[in-house]
Nanobody, 122 residues
Framework: QVQLVESGGGLVQAGGSLRLSCAASGRTFTNYAMGWLRQAPGKEREFVAAISWSGAIRNYADSVKGRFTISRDNAKNTVYLQMNSLKPEDTAVYYC???????????????WGQGTQVTVSS
């Protein structure tokens, strides 16, 4: 079992930046690839970014490429999502999740955090 706790969400103006963090505990962090996913009001949950256990492989949704960066610090059991040039359409609850490989498919993720709200005002 892996426990995940997100932090760093909040309210920001369009064009601003936020950094989300996700602290993991339980099983060995380096056993897992990690992902960030989000769910906007009235919409289905969607993939945002994923990173392999070593950090060598990173995938991004087209909607965030060039603006968001996923990274991890295995010594701290933490994964990050740096979000720059935020847009109102980035408003959502952001979840981190763990899986055994780098996937874009939400159904491949086994463990989920409780989510953190990001609101981008225009």
């Amino acid at each position: 079992q892996v426990q995940l706790v997100e932090s760093g969400g909040g309210l920001v103006q369009a064009g601003g930046s936020l950094r989300l963090s996700c602290a993991a505990s339980g099983r060995t962090f380096t056993n897992y690839a990690m992902g960030w996913l989000r769910q906007a009001p009235g919409k289905e949950r969607e993939f945002v970014a994923a990173i392999s256990w070593s950090g060598a492989i990173r995938n991004y949704a087209d909607s965030v490429k060039g603006r968001f960066t996923i990274s991890r610090d295995n010594a701290k059991n933490t994964v990050y999502l740096q979000m720059n040039s935020l847009k109102p359409e980035d408003t959502a609850v952001y979840y981190c999740a763990a899986t055994n490989s780098v996937y874009n498919d939400l159904h491949k993720y086994d463990y989920w955090g409780q989510g953190t709200q990001v609101t981008v005002s225009s």
